[in-house]
């Protein structure tokens, strides 16, 4: 695979926001707990509600950030919220999830991963995710 070449701010910056729009009006987002919290034209965190086994709500934070987008999907990864910012959750952290199944298609989620161009960071693992192209794995045209 070719390196990926980023997009222009702007045009990438218009799709995101349509995109995001979308979603929070007629997607998942519009949902009770699903909240947008911009951080600017190409970084979005979204606040998700994970309902444990006993009824208990916990939150989740994902930032996505869209460089690339819409050649490629947006970049994910689940952060824990900071004072100066929004830091990569790490293994073991109280804010990546424990996923126990796949939600109905191919996913992963890694705490640390080792990625082809070398650095180890945060996987999450499914086509939709801009990393997973860029992660060492090979994509069908299916996953496409």
């Known amino acids: 695979m070719t390196d990926p070449a980023k997009v222009d701010p702007e045009v990438a910056a218009s799709a995101f926001a349509v995109h ?6 007629h997607g998942r ?3 009770p707990g699903w909240e947008r919290l911009d951080r600017g034209p190409l970084r979005c965190v979204v606040r998700i509600p994970a309902r444990r086994a ?8 994902v930032l996505l950030t869209a460089e690339y987008y819409p050649v490629w999907p947006p970049a994910v990864s689940f952060v824990r919220p900071e004072d100066d910012g ?3 959750a790490g293994q073991g ?3 990546l999830p424990h996923q126990h199944n796949s939600p ?6 890694h705490g640390t991963y080792q990625y082809a161009d070398g650095p180890t ?3 999450v693992c499914f086509s939709h995710s801009f990393d997973y192209y860029i ?3 090979t994509p069908t045209e299916e996953d496409r």
């Open 20 to 25: 995001l729009d979308d979603f929070f009006t």
């Open 29 to 31: 987002g519009r949902l």
């Open 54 to 61: 006993d009824g208990t709500v916990d939150h989740y934070f």
């Open 86 to 88: 929004w830091v990569e």
């Open 93 to 95: 952290s109280r804010w």
């Open 104 to 109: 109905g298609f191919s996913f992963g989620l």
């Open 121 to 123: 960071r945060q996987l």
């Open 135 to 137: 992660s060492g794995h």
